[in-house]
């Protein structure tokens, strides 16, 4: 191998790449294959036809850990017929299980935690030579980054040609690594570390190459973007001005041909006055925010270690409306968290009901191993979980039929974003509320902004045609 003149004459390989859990993930995986690519891999999309296979994986909830397990049994036995095949599990389960994963599942090659991703293409060649499992787990990006050898190689990685097969229009930066907070029932500080903001020439190099291959949309991402820039000010308090994340999103804002910016997730309780008040001057952000509450109870926020009152939480949706009165805002809720009453659910409804979320993410409460919240006394039953999160599912299915139904006869600005795969000539785009719309066209309308005429709505999303002046001018 290493007598070889150069990596061009070696032959392709082929890498299958499966992303669970968050956003991050999402990019992180986008990372990985653009270093993959370095390396002359190519994306396939089966597992039987790769020589390597990432799962980059996700541990928030114990379902989303035994999809994990239940997949490596699956890979192994695809292994135990193709012995060449590689193996690398990455992301927040191999950060929390570690080395237990390798007792488990003995078949893995490479082991890589979320803050090591520019170790892959190391610890794929250093198995491949040696034939054992390697690992790589931990966060020590942050000195590496400050001396500037980590930032090169990122840097190089983000701005690669993109090997995803995922729709260019719309892209994910991360802006912020970890999470300080510690919510009790959280394991992502034990996945992601500490906050570790990355610089703003950073930030906005990366978003701008994005942009002139092609994106129109970028969401920035982080835990708790809100918090970005503070660990470089050291301070845990987000400054009256708003602070470094309002002048990032006003400089990425900024970068020409970008047309519409998003970011998630924003904390409740770091979002401050100045944010929403970029809502109305800043149009590229759209009327759309996340903003998860997880519960309608002062008393169970408190245990949570949310830092918000359900009034502090009413209070900031309440700028936002100042600002822009038809915002669409969407949130996470947990049912069932230890101790958690019939009438303190009933908070959560109340909540719902006041909020009139454009959607939720309700997940049944799920102890973590390490977490605060694990070791309460009270957890409560699985059939009482399940009960509570089918009504408040009903419950807001209701309102978010209600509110589709409300934009038959509007016209909204659409960004599509791709075609279907199922139904060629359906094009799918988001409207400035974030709500998708499904448009039948012969015209490609993929990377198009266009007035769409709502004509019918369920709870999932919108239908519409796009109005002829448009069509003309594209
Ligand atoms: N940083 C984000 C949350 C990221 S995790 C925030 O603070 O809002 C995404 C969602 O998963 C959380 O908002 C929460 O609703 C849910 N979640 C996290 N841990 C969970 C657990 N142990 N059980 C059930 N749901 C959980
Ligand atoms: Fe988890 Fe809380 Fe951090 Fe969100 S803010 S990632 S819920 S610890
Ligand atoms: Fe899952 Fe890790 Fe994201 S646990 S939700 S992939 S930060």
Known sequence: MTDLPSTASSP?????????GCQMNVADSEKML???QGERYELTDSPESA??????????????RHKVLSRLGVLNEIKQSKPGLK????????QADGKKLLELAPQIDVLLGPGKIDDLPRLLRESADTNRSMTSLGFDRHSEEKDGHEHAHGSNAASAPSITGKPEVSRYVNIIQGCNNFCTFCVVPFTRGREISRPLAEVLSEASDLVAKGAKEITLLGQNVNSYGLDLLNTD?????GGPFVKLLVAVAAIPGLERLRFTTSNPHDFTMPLAGLFAAQPKLGRYIHLPVQAGNDRTLARMKRKVTVAEYLEKVQWLR??????????????????ETEEEFQGTLNLVEQCQFSFIFAFKYSPR?????ARFADQIDEKTMDERLARLNALQDRITTKLNQAEIGQVREVLFIYESAKEPGIFVGRTPHFRTVRVRSKINLIGKTSSVMISGANKVALVGDVLEQNLTIH
């Open 237 to 241: 308090i987000v400054p009256d001005d």
């Open 12 to 20: 392709q390989k082929k890498v299958h790449i499966e992303t669970w």
């Open 51 to 64: 020589d390597l296979v990432v799962m980059n994986t996700c541990h928030i909830r114990e379902k989303a």
């Open 34 to 36: 653009s270093l993959l």
């Open 87 to 94: 193996i690398a599990v990455t992301g927040c389960v191999a």
């Open 322 to 339: 100042e600002q822009i009165p038809d915002v669409a805002i969407s949130t996470d809720l947990i049912v069932g968290f230890p101790g």
């Open 369 to 373: 191993k390490g977490t605060a919240a």
